[in-house]
């Protein structure tokens, strides 16, 4: 591609960009400065509550409100599903009420009428075969000769069972907002990954002009895929205000949190692989299945990155009443590479080779990114100390605690996303920035600032950020790791079309044209002769009276941004094969995501999906009751999270530099967290000599595998 | 949760005159780190909370050399630092230091850990002690993974959720419970008991009653004690099974044991087959392996919970070579 006047500066130029800066809100956030939408209050507020249904399947056959109406501090009641609708999962939400206290509103819910008819539900999947109807078998999709390279004579083939369940988001904060109408404008507080698209959510929902609605999002606590949505709350909150005339705040409880508001769709399978005896993958075969609730779920992605030739899949949507799927950080993801890798691993041990070795011998099937796996696996083994720790399959230290080394690789893209970004520059120097996007904690507005300041050759702190307001131009939603691309390109085209502005208006007094000025260090200066500079400030009092406004977007010209990203994991766990009990003594994440902006924040988003990724692997699962339909830990208590005894070391690197930085930026929200689940479990079979086959890796199963690998 | 009147006497005798024999009409307030949850999952509804804050000698912690008294409001924060209790009472200080936090360690009391209400999910989510749904046993064929493996044939399948019971029934402790007239002093061994019917409670504490103090005798020279619990995570998380250990040693012989199990059964369990199996014995890891087993005979566990035998085992066979310094603990 040409060069560009919109590309990055090249390395040995960068003044901010590939520095480690601390995130600009830290402070507000540590000091609970920073408000979050559950922490607002604004007068006259009301607080919304709304009643859940008891069952998983049940019609409404009576419903009677009018006591709640009549309740002391009530003022709005809105029936959300009326007499003969069918509820699909318990804790569905039925009727809202706005009262002056959170008691009164709860008391209101309490004096309603309300009338069931419960139907049969589904509430578990692991069990195919109980699942009825309620499993809709998708086509068998072949590729090469799955046949042929089963039946050879000389293929080495590794069956088993594998299997990730519904686990949920867990967000911190819950989802909801806070929802005020001034005459017809509507203002809404909302904890959410999208605020530009929630105008268009809530005005086509409310049915009234995009124009009335503003959307503001601050802070966020946790989202990761979950809140994209204005949601039936949203929705809810709007309407009780209208008709109470004062703001209303209808945030989830802990419990509906869980029930309803996360759910990442569950997939098992069983799988066989074969191989040449050299270790030369050949053919995959599978039958898994998911759910996500009543809508099924999608297909994972299997086998997950490598390139198998010869394929027989076939997957099965199995419909329940467990709640509505939402995205989870890398949708699908992480499912496909537990289940994939480790098959692989199984396959690796069977063939008695070394799993790295393996995957270095299938090299060619790694797809484009084989080259960068190849020299993240060798950087991941030297953090691991791969070659001082890792031993074949089971044959680790004799005792009762077990060590053993596991690892996986993932890809995802991480194209920026389409956003507008506005930037003023004042003739007393000040500089202003701003766009509808959100922070959700990943760094957003730091990365920001440290695009702008590299442009304008300013420090971060001299510039100002305006986000989480749709008042200002529209930015993308966050997910799919698709805000660093776009806001850092839309950030860096505008300010250098604000600088050439100002170059413009400063030219004359250097005695130069505005192509030969370059703004370094806090001055606009002629490139090649530092003598002939004029301090920022000074320099802006050229512009006289006018401020410069600029505003550029993404996509646009420049080869700022692309996609494809790959990464290897290595975990490093002990087991006690007395108790079951798996205990992290190390995780290492080599990451690649093009150029990284702020490699502090780069390395934090990265730690953030180890803890993730260690839940989800030793401790997450959404349990539901087979008898009653309800999800039985919709708490923090037995809805277990990794705690900070429970991660162990955690080991970051990069991969930055030639052959990554010219790849421009790309996104890192999810592919840091796909591996977790398939090294940990790796790392489990190879220090106790054999598969605890679904996630998480409790007790429990660790005690049941060690017990069915005795009696084999 | 459902609003409610507070109440903050001065003295027990005051204290005792606010509540009733009606538990809905009024309970008994200590740390509140399991009464404020119960309240807002609605599990209970109390019309009065009486708190015991501001009542002086609950607080008090006394010892001498018949034994240490504990005031029941006594902190599980200060069991677990307190000196003298670390000094001739290790297993106690040990069984409040595995309390999940800091945070319930700075709030709950002695008397809060003895009198808080099991963590059973179809309990927790309303369907009563005995998680019955319209008179069907909801247990069995649910979700038992965290249930009862011993004392488990019904109709009560939960487990005893203190983290002090099963020491302080291994150091022979007692329980002060203070009623309007009278107050007597109940062994922790009687102080649980196994409801019947979805009309008993799962203590002998009457609704109009108080949890004092607890009564611990001083241990005779060659106390060793330990505890053990099996946990998930290593921090805010209830143990999947858990063991104290007491034995008094003459050389290295076992003269008296005591064995209690916790949050295997709907009681604190005590093993009294492993104990007769221990005395006479020098401990080495083939006994204490032996007496583990031992401390679970009779387990039936349910259709998802036969781990938990395995890991009482463990927990047994781990708090004894503890209690007699031959574990530094398995780090896993």
């Excluded at chain 1, 720790?389 to 890809?411: C, D, E, F, M, N």
């Excluded at chain 1, 004029?534 to 006018?546: D, E, N, S, T």
């Amino acid at each position: 591609m040409a060069p560009s006047k919109y590309d990055w500066p090249v390395a040995g130029e960068r003044s901010l960009i590939g520095t480690r800066v601390s995130r600009v809100d830290g402070p507000a956030k540590t000091s609970g400065q920073a408000k979050y939408t559950l922490d607002l209050v604004p007068p006259g507020m009301l607080y919304g509550k709304m009643l859940k249904s008891p069952y998983a399947l049940a019609k409404i056959t009576a419903l009677d409100v009018s006591a709640a109406k009549s309740m002391p501090g009530v003022k709005a009641v809105h029936v959300i599903q009326d007499v003969g609708t069918t509820i699909q999962w318990a804790g569905d939400e039925i009727v809202a009420v706005a009262a002056t206290t959170e008691g009164e509103a709860e008391d209101a819910l309490r004096a309603i009428k309300i009338e069931y008819q419960p139907l049969p539900h589904l509430v578990t999947e692991e069990d195919l075969s109980q699942v009825g109807t309620r499993g809709k078998l998708g086509e068998e999709q072949r590729m090469g000769d799955p046949d042929k390279a089963f039946s050879d004579p000389e293929a080495v083939i590794s069956e088993g069972f594998y299997g990730v369940p519904v686990i949920t988001h867990c967000c911190l904060e819950p989802h909801g907002d806070i929802a005020a109408w001034n005459g017809d404008q509507l203002e809404v507080h909302a904890s959410t990954q999208a605020v530009t698209g929630l105008v268009g959510q809530f005005a086509e929902g409310l049915q009234i002009p995009a124009s009335t609605v503003r959307v503001i999002c601050q802070y966020i606590g946790g989202g990761f895929g979950s809140k994209f949505q204005a949601d039936r709350w949203g929705m809810v909150s709007a309407r009780l205000s209208k008709a109470a005339g004062a703001p209303v705040k209808l945030m989830l409880e802990r419990d509906a949190e869980q029930m309803v508001a996360g759910c990442r769709p569950s997939t098992f399978a069983n799988v066989s692989v074969a191989a040449t005896k050299d270790g030369t993958l050949t053919g995959w075969k599978s039958q898994s299945w998911g759910t996500g609730g009543v809508g099924g779920a999608g297909v994972p992605p299997l086998p997950y990155v490598v390139r198998i030739p010869n394929q027989a899949k076939r997957h099965t949507a199995v419909s329940t009443n467990i709640g509505p799927a939402r995205a989870w950080r890398a949708p699908n993801h992480p499912q496909a590479c537990a289940i994939t890798m480790t098959a692989l691993d199984d396959l690796a041990a069977k063939l008695k080779m070394d799993p790295i070795a393996f995957y270095r011998k299938n090299a060619a099937l790694l797809g484009d990114r084989s080259a960068n796996y190849m020299e993240e696996f060798t950087k991941g083994a030297e953090l691991a100390e791969w070659d001082k720790h890792w031993h074949p399959r089971g044959a680790g230290s004799s005792g009762p605690i077990k060590r053993g080394l596991g690892v996986s690789l993932h890809t995802w893209g991480g194209a920026g996303h389409a956003c507008i970004c506005r930037m003023r520059i004042q003739p007393d120097g000040a500089v202003e920035f701003e766009m509808s996007t959100q922070d959700l904690g990943t760094g957003t507005r730091t990365i920001m600032l440290m695009v702008a300041g590299e442009t304008l050759g300013l420090p971060i702190e001299a510039i100002t950020l305006n986000i989480g307001d749709s008042k200002y131009p529209a930015g993308g939603a966050s997910g799919g790791s698709t805000t660093v691309g776009g806001v850092s390109s839309a950030t860096r085209r505008t300010a250098i079309d604000a600088l050439d502005q100002l170059f413009a208006a400063v030219a004359p007094s250097l005695g130069a044209t505005a192509d030969q000025l370059e703004a370094v260090g806090g001055q606009i200066r002629v490139k090649g002769a530092p003598g002939k500079a004029l301090p920022w400030k000074q320099a802006c009092a050229k512009l006289g009276v006018h401020a410069i406004e600029a505003s550029n977007k993404n996509p646009g010209p420049g080869a700022l941004i692309s996609s494809g990203v790959g990464g290897v994991q290595i975990a490093d766990v002990s087991v006690d094969t007395e108790t079951g009990q798996v205990t992290m003594n190390r995780m290492v994440a080599v990451q690649d995501c093009g150029l990284v902006i702020d490699i502090k924040t780069a390395e934090s988003q990265v730690f953030g999906a180890l803890i993730m990724g260690v839940g989800y692997a030793l401790f997450e699962e959404k349990i539901m009751d087979r008898a009653t339909g309800r999800m039985l830990n919709p708490n923090m208590e037995f809805y277990k999270l990794a705690g900070l005894g429970d991660v162990g070391e955690l080991r970051v690197h990069m991969m930055t530099g030639p052959g990554y930085d010219e790849r421009g930026v790309i996104g890192l929200g999810e592919p840091p967290v796909i591996s977790p689940g398939a090294a940990i479990s790796n790392a489990v079979a190879n220090a106790i000599g054999v598969r605890v086959s679904t996630l998480p890796l409790t007790p429990d199963k660790v005690l049941a595998a060690l017990e069915k690998g005795a009696s084999a | 949760m459902q609003a409610f009147d507070y109440a903050r006497p001065h003295s027990l005798a005051e204290a005792l005159k606010l509540l009733s024999t009606d538990r809905d009409a009024a309970v008994v307030l200590a740390g509140g780190t399991d009464l404020l949850s119960l309240m807002k999952d609605n599990v209970i509804a109390p019309k009065r909370l009486v708190s015991l804050k501001s009542i002086e000698e609950l607080h008090r912690v006394e010892h001498n050399a018949h034994g240490l008294r504990l005031g029941a409001l006594v902190t599980l924060d200060t069991l677990s630092t307190h000196p003298v209790i670390a000094q001739h009472y290790p297993g106690l200080a040990e069984a409040a230091l595995g309390v999940s936090s800091p945070q319930i360690r700075n709030m709950g009391t002695v008397g809060g850990d003895l009198c808080q209400r099991p963590r059973c999910w179809y309990f927790r989510g309303g369907y009563g002690l005995l998680a019955l749904d319209q008179g069907k046993a909801l247990v069995p064929d649910g979700d038992n993974r965290y249930h009862a493996i011993l004392g488990n044939h019904g109709p009560a399948y939960f487990v005893n959720p203190s983290s002090l019971a099963p020491i302080l029934m291994a150091l022979d402790a007692k329980v002060r419970v203070q009623g309007p007239k009278t107050s007597r002093e109940v062994p922790v061994a009687e102080f649980f008991r196994t409801p019947t019917s979805a009309t008993e409670y799962e203590n002998v504490v009457a609704a109009n009653e108080i949890v004092t103090e607890v009564l611990i005798p001083a241990p005779a020279a060659g106390s060793h004690q330990a505890v053990y619990e099996v946990r998930q995570k290593e921090a805010l998380d209830w143990p999947l099974a858990a063991a104290a250990v007491h034995v008094h040693l003459a050389g290295n012989k076992v003269t008296t044991a005591r064995i209690v199990l916790g949050h295997v059964a709907p009681t604190p369990w005590r093993a009294e087959a492993a104990e007769q199996m221990l005395v006479g014995k020098a401990v080495n890891e083939d006994v204490a392996t032996a007496v583990g087993r031992a401390a679970v005979m009779g387990a039936s566990p349910l259709s998802r919970n036969a781990y938990k035998v395995q890991l009482a085992r463990v927990a047994v066979k781990r708090a004894l070579l503890r209690a007699t310094g031959q574990l530094a603990v398995p780090k896993a």
